[in-house]
């Protein structure tokens, strides 16, 4: 089955992670798709756009299909953006996921940021099930976007079967009568005969 | 390969179509992956998100893979909400896909919905590659689980082949010096060696 | 007290109202600063910005200081946008306050549009408590610019007296601890000795 | 003329200035309203809504009427919220108005967050032309509450005039034909006779 193809992710150089007790590695999420959002506190778009969707992937996929892993990746004002001030920003922000801070690398872009050949933050990268470097993004992504690179990895090297599900016999969910919400419009019991 | 069972999408019953001057049927569109977006013009939720998304989707993807399609199926005010009235309201919405009228069917529930068993608008369809119906969901639908579910969609029965791209070289977007805006926070020349 | 002059509102000339068992004039919300929302049911800004930014006004201000007032004034699609279909759209939005449809004038632009000079919708009119048109605005209008037009007419006029109060003594919402949510990060206890 | 008793506002009490060349006093900004932003760099809601809501009113208002002040009151993780770390958030968030930094007490709040008794951040507090304070707001704050409260203000102790004005008569702007764009829907030439 002739894939094109596709380089396997450098590993992580992490000099200390957030919200783990062990250490993370690509190899023992090998079988997942890895969302990884490179980002830097005092980066705005990171802030109010990237970091917000990063939690909301982990929350709308299951952990044994998605991981989701933060990678602080500094390369500017980096005597203000040091662990301490890293720790109280992910405890403000109430981020969930794992986060690594990327180790340094004798320059001033630290060491997995320049192995992944990142133009910057936020940048939002992508491994496949097989631990394959499939995305790497830099800048806002859309929703819309980011969704369906994740479904088309989600989909491959899958055993054959149904992730996409039809959700139309909810009978139950019918109500009497006809009224419009914010979510939408209901048929009504006497209607839908 | 043994997948699982899905059902056929029933054939569309179209009454009228708006922006196509040729009918539409799902036999036509076999190949790709379709979106079919019930909705009402008075359904608050259908103009302020489901439309909206829908038409998102149609810039994302290329016409190639993916087709959307606006049904709208009125279940309640039929006399506000007829063809001239839904003319009006294409053109000042500025909707850019074909949308079926769903044709009537005796009941105050039009054919196409009475058949796909849709619960109300918006109803958001998709239908597979080999026009099998794979998810039906009533209400308003997250952009990222959208997009999952079309990923998916567009992952299966697909030659093997790289629809996820690695962005990654674009040196040439690199600018000289370190700054920050809506997209984000890019490298500098200086930095990136 | 020589203020500059400003010319009286015209008389809304209304051919139907909705949302109200009797009829509204100017004369009798005298006293009263006015805000009049001129819409089409088929104007998108207007239904995504200008009806919910009415809305909300309805909602922040006491009764006895501001009126808000919807104006259907339909200068295209008068097929379809009559008075059945408005109360369809006036429902299913759950438009709350009064609402007049704009008298027929014999052309397309109806009377009370004509007569305040409006260029489209929507435009947002500011009468003030004596009755005078005082502001009148074609187009998105921002939400701190409308408030601050509406609190400089809530001033004029007024018994000398604070309407802005400062509200900054609810040591009873402190709570124990130092937390930060959507709403902000809170002082502790222990901390606000 | 018997007004209600406000008190004036405690000097603000600061340990260092951004954004601006001489220290600002409350006393040098008589005639003008003041709009005083407190936050802290790691408050979510304060980067989110109140920081861009500052920026906003700075923008809308002219400067001879409205003077916009932040205040980084930190009483929490004080490590790492130091002069440094705000100078690279400020200019990282471009944030054009000047900010003091709230000079220290003793404890862990600051003077000028004591002194005026705030609850948390954010905060925002406004000053009427006279010095006198006349709101303070702990939490997000809407905007057209905020507008109001500022357009209140405003009209106070004017000299008689129209800040609010009739723009009605920009016939410049009328264009032939109909359109519906994300502005509104304008008159056409043919129509406005």
Known sequence: MARNFHPDA????????L????????????????????FQMLCPACVTHSLPQASKVRQ??????????????????????GPMALEAFVREYRLGFPIGIDAPSG???PATMREYQMQGTPSTV????????????FGVLDDIALGA???QLLAEDMPAGPAVQVSNEAAAA???GIACDALGCRLGEGLSA
């Not at 023992?28 to 990884?36: C, E, K, N, Q």
């Not at 992508?126 to 993004?137: A, E, K, N, P």
């Open 10 to 17: 450098p590993p992580l150089q992490i000099a200390q992670w």
């Open 19 to 38: 919200n783990t007790d062990t250490p993370l590695t690509l190899a023992s999420l090998r079988g997942r798709v890895v969302v990884l959002e490179a």
């Open 60 to 81: 709308l996929f299951a952990a044994k299909d998605v991981a989701v892993i933060g990678l602080h990746t500094v390369f500017e004002h980096h005597d203000v953006m």
């Open 107 to 109: 320059g001033s872009i």
């Open 126 to 137: 992508l491994i496949d099930r097989q631990g394959r470097l499939r995305m790497s993004h």
């Open 149 to 151: 690179a994740i479904g």
């Open 174 to 176: 019918r109500e009497a």
